[in-house]
């Protein structure tokens, strides 16, 4: 049974601020909710309170701020499209978010609770009784990794996928926590720890994304699923290249974090793909066995490259 808890919603991002610190050791952030909702009815999220940021006037701007555009944690997958400061310069976040599950959950979620989407295994979002007859794994207070039989590791996937475009494109986020407000580089919020996958400090919370302006990306978003119509992926992959020849690979999926490889238009593609596959850690913890999907990292990246002609 779902677990009750004080449900708040503050109007500002102070009031949200104060909630949090006043609830320090029980409470969760609460978006779209298409994530936290889940992970409560399989018992995999207990917080006693719930911080509703949906009323909060500053998570739902778009602006441009300096160099960069500044995309409010709070806006709409479905969203992004209505605003030509994201369509004309970052078309590829449009198809990262029209990636993300079905219409109807697009209508709720947020860019921010889609970067900070919980990791995934198929031996973890599961329902209670399921994780409680089969064991229950590291990443619920189990004494063992199900997938692997490690007692030490967790290496449930990263599973965003509008984050690996934004990786791809330089992304930074504003983000509030007990420090003040401060801008840090979106792939670095990522542990590559299954159990813990980010280093954000417990009362964090994210402002906006910021994305830097006229660096003329090009940029090709793939993704592997079993069903087109919603399923989380199995693989996703995006490559981008900018004004200055500099490409960006990164891969969602098959790491507990991003996978992010570096090269530029000289490099051998070849070399670049060889490194993707190497820094992925895969398991064999979802629908697509292990050895596939890193196979489909390569097929995915000499797609993209052809498309880019690179
Ligand atoms: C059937 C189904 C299919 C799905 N398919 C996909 C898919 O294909 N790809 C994919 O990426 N996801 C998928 N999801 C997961 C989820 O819907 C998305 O990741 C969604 O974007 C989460 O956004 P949200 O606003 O609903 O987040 P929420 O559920 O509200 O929150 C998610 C996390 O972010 C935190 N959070 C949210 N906003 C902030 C903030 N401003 N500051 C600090 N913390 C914050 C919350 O505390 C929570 O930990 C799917 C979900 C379902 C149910
Ligand atoms: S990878 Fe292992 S420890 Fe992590 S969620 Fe899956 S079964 Fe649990």
Redesign the pocket.
């Known amino acids: 049974m779902i677990k009750q808890a004080t449900y708040y919603k503050p109007l500002s991002l102070q009031e949200a601020w104060e909630t949090a610190r006043q609830h320090a050791q029980d409470f969760r952030f609460i978006a779209g909710g298409t994530d936290v909702m889940v992970n409560r009815f399989q018992g995999n999220e207990n917080s006693n309170c719930l911080i509703d940021l949906t009323a909060i006037a500053a998570l739902q701007e778009v602006k441009i701020k300096g160099a960069y555009v500044s995309i409010g944690a709070g806006v709409g997958l479905n969203d992004l499209k209505k605003h030509a400061l994201i369509t004309d310069e970052f078309p590829v976040l449009i198809e990262a978010a029209a990636a993300v599950g079905s219409p109807l959950i697009r209508n709720s979620a947020t860019i921010g609770g889609n970067v900070l989407c919980e990791?995934r295994?198929?031996?973890?979002n599961q329902s209670e009784w399921w994780r409680d007859a089969v064991g229950f794994?590291?990443?619920?207070e189990?004494n063992?990794?199900?997938?692997?039989g490690?007692k030490k590791?967790?290496?449930?996937e990263f599973v965003s996928d509008t984050a690996p475009a934004l990786i791809a494109m330089g992304a930074m986020i504003e983000l509030m926590d007990e420090e003040g407000i401060k801008l840090v580089k979106l792939e670095d919020i990522f542990t590559g720890d299954?159990?813990q996958p980010r280093n954000l400090q417990p009362l964090a919370l994210i402002i906006a994304i910021q994305l830097p302006l006229k660096q003329g990306f090009r940029a090709v978003f793939q993704k592997l699923r079993q069903r087109e119509s919603m399923d989380f992926t199995s693989l996703t992959a995006v490559v981008s290249i900018d004004v200055h020849e500099k490409i960006r690979i990164v891969l969602g999926g098959v790491d507990p974090k991003p996978v992010v490889v570096e090269g530029d238009t000289h490099a051998d593609k070849e070399e670049l793909i060889r490194q993707a596959i190497k820094k992925s850690r895969a398991?064999d913890?979802e629908m697509f066995s292990r050895t596939y999907r890193r196979e489909m990292i390569g097929v995915f990246l000499r797609r993209a490259f052809t498309q880019l002609a690179i």
């Open positions: 990791n295994c198929i031996f973890y794994c590291l990443k619920c189990g063992i990794c199900i997938a692997t490690s590791h967790c290496y449930s299954g159990i398991i913890n």
